[in-house]
């Protein structure tokens, strides 16, 4: 069964760093973009960060300067370091990605992990 699982949330002070990690696992035989969502409370879920295939990334206005995306294709993972932290980076954060499941064919799938809560709290 092919899946995103995200890892590294937790609660951290305000100026803190937190790093998130999205393992795609099963039978993958590509992953073309992945990106990072985040859902704050009451509000809509909104792209936080994205990585092509070939490493180009594109990162929200109010990360930038903050946040990296980087992704490890031998390990089918992406990781988002998260420094300069605030409260208003609390949310629970989504890793997505298009995933190739099968080796005849150049079909790509949008898949979603199950979410990982970062609070940003003193």
């Known amino acids: 069964q092919v899946q995103l699982v995200e890892s590294g949330g937790g609660l951290v002070q305000p100026g803190g760093s937190l790093r998130l990690s999205c393992a795609a696992s099963g039978r993958i035989f590509g992953i073309n973009t992945m990106n990072w969502y985040r859902q704050a409370p009451g509000k809509q879920r909104e792209l936080v960060a994205t990585i092509t295939s070939g490493g180009a990334t594109n990162y929200a206005d109010s990360v930038k300067g903050r946040f990296t995306i980087s992704r490890d294709d031998a390990k089918n993972t992406v990781y988002l370091q998260m420094n300069s932290l605030s409260p208003e980076d609390t949310a629970v954060y989504y890793c997505?990605?298009?995933?190739?499941?099968?080796?005849?064919?150049?079909?790509?799938?949008?898949?979603w992990g199950q979410g990982t809560q970062v609070t940003v709290s003193s």
């Open positions: 997505n990605a298009d995933l190739r499941r099968s080796a005849y064919s150049t079909i790509y799938y949008n898949y």
